[in-house]
Nanobody, 125 residues
């Protein structure tokens, strides 16, 4: 079983940039598809982006396409989310999630069994 720990969330001005990180511990020998989701206050958890184990395929939500970039370092067991041109509507708790690599990419939260505790991103206008 893999444990996920996010970091990097903070207050940033609109138009600014921020990088979130997620460290994966445990689950040695397993391969995982990794994703970022977010939940804004009073809203449902929504998909942001996902990447396959190899890094060869990525999904992005339309709302972040062209602004956010997901990357992974399998040697360090980390994934990152580079967020540029941030908008106030990007304000949310951002969660890292994982699922077995053989299951492929998914945009659906309940298809990811492993979750981090979340990190708060606040974008001021």
């Amino acid at each position: 079983q893999v444990q996920l720990v996010e970091s990097g969330g903070e207050l940033v001005q609109a138009g600014g940039s921020l990088t979130l990180s997620c460290a994966a511990n445990g689950g040695t020998g397993n391969r995982y598809t990794m994703a970022w989701f977010r939940r804004a206050l009073g809203k449902e958890r929504e998909f942001v982006t996902a990447v396959t184990w190899s890094g060869g395929a990525r999904y992005y939500a339309d709302s972040v396409k062209g602004r956010f970039t997901i990357s992974r370092d399998n040697n360090q067991n980390t994934i990152s989310l580079q967020m540029n041109s941030l908008k106030p509507e990007d304000t949310a708790v951002y969660y890292c999630a994982a699922r077995e690599s053989l299951l492929g990419l998914s945009r659906i939260p309940h298809e990811y069994p492993y979750w981090g505790q979340g990190t708060q991103v606040t974008v001021s206008s």
